[in-house]
């Protein structure tokens, strides 16, 4: 049982340039998030996916996109890299167990991300 | 709209004396209220969460926290602090889901240094 992986670990872009970073997950939860972490901001949700199919935006979603194909895959996407997203993301899972409860969110390991 | 604050970035605590990291937090009705753990460059990693029931939340790796409704407050606290607990606190809130809210919000984290 691996969790919540990505890929890559790490990434160097130079402005302009588009990427994709992978998300999965092995524990058949609905839904999934994309996170960004910059020194002294927390993390900040980018996007955001409830089920197979769907996204939402977060708070942070300009300059990124999202798709949720598969239900363990959420991939998020820089079609023209900028400095200002360089950064550190996070994704991250939970399991629904419906509008009555709320469980915790599993997160992975990071992409450093460093957009010259 | 939601928001947590975490007053301190910094917190050091000598080894073996009681700690207190102080997260408030503000959402429409009834809160939803975790904490989470980031030690160098991982991902963050749950500890507690205070759904409803008890004001004194037990979790991982002797912490616990209290809820205090009055004061909107969530403060995570262990009685005996040990060097390994050293590392970056995160507060979270999210409403109720009863208002269709599903994103959590971060605070901006509190470093906790224990000193030898």
């Known amino acids: 049982n691996a969790g919540v992986t990505q890929t890559p670990k790490f990434r160097v872009l130079k402005t302009g340039q588009s990427m994709t970073l992978l998300c999965a997950q092995d524990?058949?939860?609905?839904?999934m998030y994309w996170y960004r972490q910059d020194p002294g901001m927390g993390l900040r949700l980018i996007h955001y996916s409830v089920g197979e199919g769907t996204t939402a935006k977060g708070e942070v979603p300009d300059g990124y996109n999202v798709s949720r194909l598969k239900k363990q895959n959420f991939l998020l996407g820089l079609e023209s890299a900028a400095p200002s997203q360089t950064s550190v993301y996070f994704c991250?899972?939970?399991?629904?167990?419906?509008?009555?409860?709320?469980?915790?969110?599993?997160f992975g390991p990071g992409t450093r991300l460093t957009v010259l | 709209a939601q928001s947590v604050a975490q007053p301190e970035d910094q917190v050091n605590v000598a080894e073996g004396n009681p700690l207190t990291v102080k997260c408030t937090y503000s959402v429409s009705g009834n809160p939803y209220l975790f904490w989470y753990v980031q030690y160098p460059n991982r991902g963050l990693q749950f500890l507690l969460k205070y759904i409803t029931g008890d004001n004194l939340v037990k979790g991982s790796y002797g912490f616990e926290a209290e809820f205090n409704k009055s004061q909107t407050s969530f403060h995570l606290k262990k009685p005996s602090a040990l060097v390994s607990d050293s590392a970056l606190y995160f507060c979270a809130v999210r409403e109720d889901p009863l208002f269709g809210n599903e994103k959590l919000t971060f605070g901006t984290g509190t470093r906790l240094t224990i000193i030898p």
């Open positions: 991250a899972s939970s399991y629904s167990g419906g509008r009555s409860s709320y469980n915790e969110q599993f």
């Open positions: 524990m058949n939860h609905e839904y």
